[in-house]
């Protein structure tokens, strides 16, 4: 057992199983980050330049990819670099900055698609107010929130996590989490993880329910309404819908696999599982939207289509004059 004053790194176990492939892993790690830098990188591109999408919906949805962006980075160079590595140690400094960072991006995710169910109330069961409600001031205050809300949420949380001392340094997983910190601890931690369990729920009750409240608003107003204003409001909310699913089902999976034992599970199913919540909603979220919503679809064809990049470039010229 090792004092927490000398655990100055941490072995990262979960690599050993995937020596033998970790060429493939490396290569398959490179091209999920890839896909998912230019995607992400592309719908902020298309909503900056593309007048016609500076709304509302549209700022939250460019918060939530740079979110996306934020989380990968946090996790794609050092998964990769340990991959490679000899040695799958990191140090306590890196391991601590990667627990802050993850966190805060799955906290931020959260909050950015409560905001977003909100803004899609409002458009729906509110329109001759949505310019009032969702003014560019205020559009401006609630981003600032989606992001400072996240960081001083889990900060309290985790000055918690840097007073414990710590007794070992082998973390089973691929990569630091707030939770593998805590089963390190020399300490009974059991105070400890019913107060996480309460501050969670605190943190986290009211975005969910202003998703409920916002759904449930806008279901109340589509039964009252004509066949085609049911169409209309289930194609402005499926985007949405599907982010919010996709986050919620990566969400359940890393709380299981936190919670509970995996040894059972095959270990390629076990790699898949601890980085769905980080790798397949950043990597889905430009596409749901990309493929929902034709006004970006339509700027994303001209902009990769290499006979019409030309034309678009005279396009915005011409806009501009």
């Given amino acids: 057992m090792e004092n927490s004053s000398q655990v100055t790194s941490f072995i990262l176990a979960a690599y050993t199983e995937m020596e033998d492939l970790k060429y493939f892993y490396v290569a398959v790690f490179l091209l999920s980050y890839v896909i998912i830098v230019f995607g992400n990188l592309v719908l902020i591109a298309v909503i900056f330049v593309e007048r016609s999408l500076h709304e509302p919906m549209f700022f939250f949805l460019c918060t939530l990819v740079l979110n996306g962006l934020y989380g990968s980075t946090a996790l794609f160079p050092s998964l990769m670099g340990n991959m490679l590595s000899q040695v799958r140690e990191v140090s306590r400094a890196c391991c601590l900055a990667q627990v802050f960072c993850l966190h805060t991006y799955g906290n931020a995710e959260f909050t950015i698609l409560a905001l977003m169910a909100y803004d899609r109330y409002v458009a729906i069961c509110r329109p001759l107010h949505y310019k009032n409600i969702m003014s560019p001031s205020k559009v401006y205050k609630l981003i600032i929130f989606s992001c400072v809300y996240p960081i001083l949420s889990f900060s309290i949380f985790f ?25 390190l601890s020399c300490v009974d931690t059991t105070l400890y993880n019913i107060a996480g369990q309460i501050s969670i729920i605190i943190f986290t009750l009211p975005q969910l329910l202003m998703i409920l409240y916002s759904y449930t608003q806008i279901l109340r107003i589509c039964l009252h309404s004509s066949r085609e204003s049911k169409i209309k409001a289930l194609k402005t909310c499926s985007p949405h819908l599907l982010a919010l699913l996709n986050y919620s089902v990566g969400a359940l999976f890393e709380l299981y696999q936190t919670r509970f034992s995996m040894s059972h599970v095959p270990h390629g199913v076990r790699i898949l599982l ?13 596409v749901i939207y990309g493929i929902s919503i034709q006004a970006i679809r339509v700027k994303v064809r001209k902009i990769l289509h290499p006979n019409k990049i030309t034309i678009f470039l005279l396009e915005k010229k011409m806009e501009k004059r």
Wanted: with cysteine; net charge positive; hydrophobic share 45%.
């Fill in 159 to 183: 000055i918690g996590t840097l007073q414990l001392p710590l007794c070992g340094r082998v973390i089973e997983r691929l990569y630091c989490l707030n939770y593998s910190l805590v089963k």
């Fill in 274 to 286: 601890s980085l769905y919540f980080l790798i397949i909603p950043p990597m889905l979220n430009p």
